[in-house]
């Protein structure tokens, strides 16, 4: 059985005393119980990872994982502004998200670059979050399945059966941040493709590997998401900034 898993990513957003409050907000509104069988982790901005690992202890949130926003896909050497897996290992990173779509589009990322960090995570004992989805052009040219299905295949050459340890995020790109959420059934309907995608690689990872869900989740779509077979939890942007957003869609 896959565990739900709910992942918040921060992007550029946070300050030293908004993480403050975020925390001791969920801290508090955990303190009435934390859904059994599911995973929950926070990808703050990298150079607030380690006061919200700081934080985390000092509100024994032990249920509450650490991840980042990203990784060089080298280890170290001349590489100006990158952070390496070791540092976020250090760090107390348990998750770290890679081919994000704004990393895709703005910084040019191809999907052999997000398996190179996706190897760098897994060598270094973390788990990746691997980004794949489709444009609004290519979903309405009836193009969504191959171009996604044609992302994991790119990362099932690379990683072959260390996708086991991996997480996929189908995360539509018209729906990331502009409040369009893919229906339940178009979500499903991708997670299962993507499934059906990996088992002909494996069957054994295609059914352990966790696909979320990212793109406008909320807590009123949260519960009909999370319940589709296929659905295994989702990548959160917008809405993990609300602590009393994120807090709902833990428990949806
Ligand atoms: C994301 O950043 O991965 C994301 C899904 O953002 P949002 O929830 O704001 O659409």
């Known amino acids: 059985m896959r565990p739900l898993i709910v992942i918040g990513n921060w992007k550029l957003n946070g300050s030293l005393a908004r993480n403050q409050d975020w925390v001791k907000a969920v801290a508090h509104g955990m303190e009435s119980g934390i859904p059994s069988g599911r995973k929950f982790a926070v990808c703050p901005p990298f150079p607030y990872l380690q006061q919200c690992a700081q934080l985390i202890k000092e509100h024994s949130l032990a ?54 960090k996706a190897l760098q995570v897994l060598d270094h004992g973390m788990t990746p979050v691997i980004c794949v989805g489709e444009t609004a052009d290519e979903r309405n040219s009836g193009r969504a399945e191959a171009i996604v299905c044609g992302q994991v295949a790119k990362q099932v050459n690379v990683l072959q059966d260390r ?90």
């Open 163 to 252: 996708l086991a340890d991996c997480l996929i995020a189908y995360e539509p790109v018209w729906a990331i941040g502009t409040g369009k959420v893919a229906s339940a059934q178009v979500a499903q309907d991708m997670h299962r493709a993507i499934r059906l995608r990996l088992a002909e690689f494996d069957e054994d990872v295609a059914s352990h590997v966790g696909i979320l869900y990212g793109g406008s989740v909320k807590p009123d779509n949260a519960i009909e998401l999370f319940a589709m077979p296929d659905i295994d939890g989702g990548l959160v942007g917008g809405a993990s900034l609300n602590p009393q957003e994120f807090l709902a869609i833990c428990q949806a």
């Open 63 to 116: 249920f509450l994982n650490l991840g980042a926003q990203d990784a060089s896909a080298h280890s170290s050497g001349a590489y100006t502004g990158e952070v390496s897996a070791s540092m976020l290992t250090e760090l107390g990173c348990t998750y770290v998200i890679v081919g994000h779509s704004e990393r895709r589009l703005l910084h040019h990322e191809i999907d052999e670059v997000g398996a190179a």
